[in-house]
C-alpha cells in the first residue's frame, strides 16, 4: 500500500495515545439485532452487555489508524487491519 506517511506532531500524537484504544472485533448480525433491540428499549445496560459478551476483543491499537489519517474534526471510514472491523470515527481535531 503506497500511503504517504502523514507528519504527526509528537504532541498531539501523545494526546491521542493518552486514551486507550483497542479494536473490540466484529459483532454478528445476531448479536447486533439483539442489542438494536435492546436499546431501542431503552435497555442500555443490557445492550452493553451483549455487545461486550458478543465480540472477540482484537486488540488491535486503533490509535494508529486514527494517527495514520488526517487530525481534521472530520468523519473518516476505518477498517481494522487485524480483524477486517468497519466503521466510522470522528477524527480529533487540534488549534494549530
Ligand atoms: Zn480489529
Known amino acids: 500500500m503506497a500511503k504517504t506517511e ?6 498531539q500524537e501523545a494526546i491521542v495515545r493518552l486514551v ?6 466484529p459483532l454478528s448480525d445476531e448479536d447486533r439485532e439483539e442489542v438494536n433491540r435492546l436499546l431501542a428499549e431503552g435497555d442500555t445496560v443490557e445492550a452493553q452487555k451483549v ?5 472477540t476483543d482484537c ?3 486503533f490509535n494508529d ?3 495514520s489519517n488526517e487530525l ?5 471510514e476505518y477498517e481494522c487491519p487485524d480483524c477486517g472491523l468497519t ?3 470522528i477524527a480529533p481535531l487540534f488549534d494549530e
Open 59 to 61: 486488540g488491535y491499537d
Open 6 to 11: 502523514l507528519e504527526v506532531d509528537i504532541e
Open 87 to 89: 466503521g466510522i470515527y
Open 51 to 55: 455487545d461486550k459478551a458478543g465480540r
Open 20 to 25: 486507550g484504544r483497542t479494536c473490540r472485533g
Open 65 to 67: 489508524t486514527i494517527l
Open 72 to 76: 481534521d474534526g472530520l468523519e473518516h
